[in-house]
């Protein structure tokens, strides 16, 4: 009978204390409120039941969201930071920032707006050696470029 009733208030040790009161005449009685007057009362401390499997997959998948959510708010944040400085990279190839007639391709290579180009045609001859560089200057539109045309490595000429 007393595990009979301690059975029954297993889901009640979630949400309150059970009490283990003792009466004067010896019976034992298992409540959630505290015992009354002339009993002995003792709480009894019940562990909370092992998580069960759906429990404990219901958390982890909760866990893996959490985590997949902060890598794609990582990796949208990268992504935007990329825009910013791509938007900003092409605003600077619209303006020629840095660029003059003359320059060598390492020094063209070394300005930050421009660096590396997005394509490169090369046609070498006896004595000369040509290169056109070709940058994209919409970050929305592929069709917007600019040409940069070296002669043995020298800027002669700035195409947009």
């Known amino acids: 009978m007393k595990a009979y009733l301690f059975g029954l208030l297993l889901p009640l040790a979630a949400h309150a204390e059970i009490y283990k009161c003792t009466g004067p005449d010896g019976k034992l009685n298992l409540t959630d409120r505290p015992c009354g007057q002339g009993e002995s009362a003792e709480v009894v401390n019940i562990p909370p039941p092992p998580e069960s499997p759906y429990e404990r997959e219901t958390r982890e998948a909760r866990e893996s969201i959490a985590r997949s959510d902060a890598r794609i708010a ?75 045309y070296f002669h043995n490595g020298r800027l002669v000429t700035i195409q947009d």
């Open 74 to 148: 990582e990796l949208e944040e990268r992504a935007r930071q990329r825009r910013i400085a791509q938007a900003s990279r092409y605003w600077g190839r619209t303006l020629r920032e840095g660029l003059s007639l003359g320059m060598t391709s390492d020094e063209v290579l070394a300005l930050d707006a421009w660096g590396f180009p997005d394509d490169k045609n090369t046609t070498e001859s006896k004595r000369l050696v040509r290169e056109q560089w070709v940058y994209r200057t919409d970050i929305d539109n592929e069709h917007e470029r600019m040409y940069l």
